[in-house]
Every structure is written in structure tokens, then in C-alpha cells.
């Protein structure tokens, strides 16, 4: 994934808000990087760009070999679904889907899995993150970091090389949080490129590469 000149800017009235400014970065396989920057810094910003939720004024986006900025809104949820994993602060779960049935739902639009492979993969994932005793179990059922831990199962249900995590763990307590910085390094360590917006110092101790952004410009 490579961003070169990435600029934001929102055009209210006659005032023009810069909220990424000539952002360029590189990022690799195998890495944990992390991104922080004090509230209205632009990192939530960079972070949609980063997903294919938005689009820059003006830069390139790569992933591989692709400028993501030329594909339409049909590329742009295939690129999404083959290449990102979304890892969320609120968990976005659904309450009426067991645990195994919501780490499915990303392989629902994913004609490469078989129907009749969604469920043993799911499992699969799920032990992955230490939850083979809670496949069964509704969100309701479960703590916060299980759910966190769901979430990340879900984010690998296509297995994309891409992982992305706006505050994974900013309604978690240290215990918890400590745990999903562990496994989101092992996911790095394992070869997949991980990125994580975070407040939290502690994502200091994980992070192989460390970004701050201050209003709107990568400063480290």
C-alpha cells in the first residue's frame, strides 16, 4: 500500500479546510504500524481514504500495482473485499447473529469461498483467537474483548493482506487492550500489513513503525 501526496481538502462556504496535507507513506507487509495524532488531526480522515471510503482531492493510492483512485464504485467494493480487514472501536457485531455467524458475513460476498466452507472457516478463525468455547455465543453473551477478539476473526474472513483498526481498543480496559495489540502483532508478524489508529501509548510497545499526524501533516 503506497500513498503518495494524499491531500484532503472540504470546501465550507467560502473556507477551505485542509484535513490531510501532501500525505506520502509507504506501508509493508509484515508490519505494525500505528498512527496517532491528538482529535480533529486528520487521522480518522486518512484512515476512510486508507479503506475506500472516501476519496483524496488530489494524490495516488496504491494497493499492488493498482491506483485505487481510477476504479469505480464496483472495483472499489471488490479491491475492499479482497485486499482491506476493518477492525472497529464499537465492534459492529450483530446482536442477533452467534459468534461464528458473524465472523461469516464478510464470505458472503466472496464467490473464492465455497457455501459449504463458510462454517469450517469461520471455526477456524475463531480458534485463532482463542474463542473455540464461544462459537456459539450472541454478542450480548460475550465481554467487550471477545467481542474485540470476533471482530478481529471477522476482519480475516477473506484473508486480505490488509488490515486496518480505527481505536480497537478504546472501550476496552488495559487487560483486554494489551491482548488485541498482542494478537494484531501477531497477525503482523505472520506477514499481513497492519495498521492501527490509536490514542493509546501503549501501542508504542507493539508498533514497529509509529506515524503522528498533526494537522494534517505526517510529522514522524
Not at 476512510?48 to 482531492?57: A, S, V
Not at 458475513?105 to 464461544?134: C, F, H, S, T
Not at 503482523?188 to 490514542?199: R, T
Request: proline content about 2%; glycine content about 6%.
Amino acid at each position: 500500500m503506497n500513498l503518495e501526496g494524499i491531500t484532503k481538502i472540504y470546501k465550507l462556504k467560502n473556507e477551505e479546510i485542509v484535513a490531510l496535507d501532501n500525505i506520502s507513506v509507504n506501508f509493508l507487509k509484515g508490519k505494525f504500524y500505528a498512527i496517532m495524532g491528538h482529535s480533529g488531526s486528520g487521522k480518522s480522515t486518512l484512515i476512510k481514504i486508507m479503506g475506500l471510503m472516501d476519496k483524496p482531492t488530489k494524490g495516488k493510492y496504491t494497493i499492488g500495482n493498482i491506483n485505487v483512485l481510477d476504479l469505480n464504485d464496483d472495483e472499489l467494493s471488490l479491491m475492499r473485499m479482497k485486499h482491506l480487514g476493518f477492525i472497529f472501536q464499537e465492534f459492529f457485531l450483530e446482536d442477533n447473529l452467534k459468534a461464528y455467524e458473524n465472523v461469516m458475513i464478510p464470505m458472503l460476498i466472496n464467490k473464492d469461498i465455497k457455501k459449504e466452507d463458510r462454517y469450517n472457516k469461520a471455526i477456524e478463525l475463531l480458534k485463532m483467537v482463542g474463542l473455540e468455547q464461544r462459537i456459539n455465543h450472541f454478542p450480548k453473551e460475550l465481554s467487550g474483548g471477545e467481542k474485540q477478539r470476533i471482530a478481529i476473526a471477522r476482519s480475516l474472513a477473506n484473508d486480505p493482506e490488509i488490515i486496518l483498526a480505527d481505536e480497537p481498543t478504546g472501550n476496552l480496559d488495559e487487560e483486554n487492550e494489551k491482548l488485541i495489540f498482542l494478537y494484531l502483532k501477531k497477525l503482523s508478524n505472520e506477514g499481513k500489513c497492519v495498521i492501527v489508529v490509536s490514542h493509546s501509548e501503549v501501542i508504542k510497545e507493539y508498533a514497529d513503525v509509529v506515524l503522528k499526524i498533526q494537522k494534517g501533516k505526517l510529522v514522524s
